[in-house]
Nanobody, 124 residues
Framework: QVQLVESGGGLVQAGGSLRLSCAASGRTFSDYNMGWFRQAPGKERLFVAGISRSGDSTRYADSVKGRFTISRDNAKNTVYLQMNSLKPEDTAVYYC?????????????????WGQGTQVTVSS
């Protein structure tokens, strides 16, 4: 089992920045690719960004490329999502997730473990 706890969400004005953190415990953190997903009310859970076990490979949804950056610190068992130039359409609950596959995947049902989520609200 892997336990994941997100933090760093909040209310920010459009154009602002937030940094989300996800702290992992349980199994060996570096055995897992990590992903960030988001879900707006009444909508499906969507992939935002993913990072490989070592951190040398990342992928992003087109909607966040150039604005968001995913990173990880395996010594601290933590994955981050730096979000810049935020837009109202970025408003959602953000979840981190862990996956033991070889490649960084983008479908929510391919991830094995999930955090409880953190709310991000961007006002216009």
């Amino acid at each position: 089992q892997v336990q994941l706890v997100e933090s760093g969400g909040g209310l920010v004005q459009a154009g602002g920045s937030l940094r989300l953190s996800c702290a992992a415990s349980g199994r060996t953190f570096s055995d897992y690719n990590m992903g960030w997903f988001r879900q707006a009310p009444g909508k499906e859970r969507l992939f935002v960004a993913g990072i490989s076990r070592s951190g040398d490979s990342t992928r992003y949804a087109d909607s966040v490329k150039g604005r968001f950056t995913i990173s990880r610190d395996n010594a601290k068992n933590t994955v981050y999502l730096q979000m810049n130039s935020l837009k109202p359409e970025d408003t959602a609950v953000y979840y981190c997730a862990a996956d033991r596959s070889i490649v960084v995947r983008s479908r929510w049902n391919e991830y094995d473990y999930w955090g409880q989520g953190t709310q991000v609200t961007v006002s216009s």
